[in-house]
């Protein structure tokens, strides 16, 4: 797509809830000792080898993760990579704001949500997703761009093969 003849990049939006900033510190046998910082170097990497550019957000507010999704809708985004932490198991909010925009949405989980806590094996945000990930580390967000760039039918710019 170009607008007065410069191309314009496919944005994917990334979002994470709360607590994801205190990636690495935060218990470190459950979620590693990646920080959010590796997450987003990840992130712009992996979209970069499918010519998509990866914005990538967090919040500990539930309000400001619904505003990004709004306006992932109003700036035309081709997908949500989204971890909505403990957001994905109590907010409907969330749900709703992502299901009204209708943008492929993948969730991501970086430890496995049903081998934890009873309370941690609902998600109300994936139901908003056409895929969720959980339990691959911070690689999760990886294996969910790769998925979201064919969905979107966005091709590898690269020769390197990844599973």
Do not use: W
């Amino acid at each position: 797509m170009t607008v007065s003849g410069i191309l314009m990049a496919k944005t994917i939006y990334v979002l994470n809830g709360p607590n994801l900033n205190m990636l690495g510190t935060r218990e470190p046998d459950t979620y590693g000792h990646a920080t959010l910082a590796d997450v987003e170097k990840l992130c712009a990497e992996t979209a970069s080898d499918f010519g998509l550019t990866a914005d990538c957000r967090q919040s500990n507010s539930e309000g400001e993760l619904i505003d990004f999704i709004h306006e992932a809708h109003a700036k035309k985004a081709v997908g949500i990579i989204i971890n909505a932490g403990g957001y994905s198991h109590t907010s409907i909010a969330l749900h709703d704001a992502l299901a009204a925009v209708k943008i492929p949405t993948v969730e991501v989980h970086i430890s496995n949500i049903h081998a934890r806590e009873d309370f941690r094996h609902h998600s109300f945000t994936a139901k908003a997703a056409f895929a969720t990930l959980s339990g691959f580390g911070i690689d999760g967000y990886r294996l969910a761009i790769t998925g979201l760039a064919a969905r979107i039918g966005a091709v590898s710019l690269s020769k390197k093969v990844k599973p």
